[in-house]
């Protein structure tokens, strides 16, 4: 069975526009959720989002061609072309790109551009629609714009799982190298529902934080206090490759993948199952399949009532008891929620806090939740040996999928 590692990485979200900018700011305990600025938001019940203020997607790609993708998408560029010249893929002429395939994951896609055509239609007629509307806005078309960019011929594949979207693409990647489908992989995840249609619709949900007069401690993922996720937008590309071909072409390995797990908790639409069953199996799964000593969990950790207690339940009865269980960190509290492009977001953040010996916090832990125990890494980045790390991503509908990996 063939071996699969990550090759490359790329990543934006409110911290940074590149890995090591927002990596360095996530460790730094810095916090990116703020006041709205993409729209108004008097009338909005909630008005905090971990926004990227200062991208250019003119930087990822022709000026002329913008207003044909969607944000998602335009993020999904930026994190991919970093994640390619990282690999040193990027305008490499020996590479089979029928032996080369992409993998993204988003939970809503286009849902600016959704909105907007949504209103022109209903106020001016289906003339006003925008022609470029529906391939700007599927969410497949995350893995159509980026294979066409870097010519890649291999498997087009697309995820659309909520907020397991982008550990389900990493998945996907995964498996299609394992069983032979492909060399080289792109796993993309990306998201940008930041407008009034996804703010107010989360919030009816009683979803979201209500801490608009203090939106750097709003999220507060396992905290006591905690009352709702704050949306965050962004995305995250890993190169994944056969070991084989990887040693072959002399490329710097960050990590193995050595694990996954799916499950799907069959229990409701958008409340986990209790004590976070379905969880459970999911990291027993990828555990089992590791058989490695686990060092640092990135929870889904998403700062809500049950996300939180359920899953610090299941992490526990997976070790064997809170006594077993390594440090665990949710790095929301810091960037949003970043719906579908967590799972990738958070699976990178993993990966280079192996590279850096560094285990990221969790910033606004103020009040203990006694039914929340375990070491969260409070407040402060931790020194520390990592050899081996878990990424948590679930999502509505009962979708769960976790990633390890392992340095090689």
Known sequence: MQRVVVTGIGMINSLGLTKESSFKAIVDGKC????????????????????IIDFNPASVMDAREVKKADRFIQLALQSSKEAMEDSGLINNKELDFNRFGISSGSGIG?????EKNSIACFEKGPRRINPFFIPSSLVNMLSGFVSIEYNLKGPNLSSVTACAAGAHAIIEAYKTIVLGGADIMLAIGAESAICPVGIGGFAAMKALSSRNDDPQTASRPF???RDGFVMGEGSATLVLESYDNAKARGANIYAEIVGYGESGDAYHITTPSPNGEGAFRA???????ANSKID???AHGTSTKYNDLYETIAIKNVFGGKDNVPPVSSTKGQIGHCLGAAGAIEA????LSMKY????????????????DLDYIPNTARD????????????FGGTNGVLIFKKI
């Open 223 to 225: 905290d006591n206090s």
């Open 348 to 351: 990178a953040i993993s990966i």
């Open 32 to 51: 990116g959720i703020k006041n709205i600025t993409s729209f108004d938001t008097e009338n909005m019940p909630i008005k905090i989002a971990g926004e």
């Open 357 to 372: 010996s560094i285990l990221p916090p969790t910033i606004n832990q103020f009040t203990r939740d006694p039914e929340c």
């Open 283 to 289: 990291m027993k799964l990828a555990v089992s399949m």
């Open 110 to 114: 286009g849902l600016g551009n959704i």
């Open 384 to 395: 520390a040996k990592i050899n081996c790390v878990m990424s948590n991503s679930f999502g």
């Open 296 to 298: 640092y969990i990135n």
